[in-house]
């Protein structure tokens, strides 16, 4: 079992850029298919961005469209979060996903490998 760890939240203020990192906790064989999904307090877990094992294809919500931007990192099966303008209702744990055969996409929380999070607060 691949352990996933994310960095990088921290409480912002609105308007605020925040970048979130995501790196397995060893070493890895395989190349995943990663993204990040956020969940609020008291709400369902919801898909923010997915990137496809290469990097060549990327997948947003569209509350992130436009805003935020994920990619791979230098090393394998790390991934970045760089979330522009933040807005109070960015506010969340933010977990990042990994798949070796099914790319992350919205609709499915179904992946191999989840961190347990990094809290992003938004607050003026």
């Known amino acids: 079992q691949v352990q996933l760890i994310e960095s990088g939240g921290r409480t912002v203020r609105p308007g605020d850029s925040l970048t979130l990192s995501c790196a397995p906790s060893?070493?890895?064989?395989?190349?995943?298919?990663m993204g990040w999904f956020r969940q609020a307090q008291g709400q369902e877990r919801e898909f923010v961005a997915g990137?496809?094992?290469?990097?060549?294809?990327?997948d947003y919500a569209n509350f992130a469209k436009g805003r935020f931007t994920i990619t791979r990192g230098g090393s394998r099966n790390t991934v970045n979060l760089q979330m522009n303008n933040l807005r109070p209702d960015d506010t969340g744990v933010y977990l990042c996903?990994?798949?070796?055969?099914?790319?992350?996409?919205?609709?499915?929380?179904?992946?191999?490998?989840w961190g347990r999070g990094t809290r992003v607060t938004v607050s003026s």
């Open positions: 060893g070493p890895t064989e395989t190349t995943f298919a």
């Open positions: 990137i496809t094992w290469t990097g060549g294809s990327r």
């Open positions: 996903a990994a798949d070796a055969v099914n790319p992350i996409v919205a609709g499915s929380t179904a992946y191999d490998h």
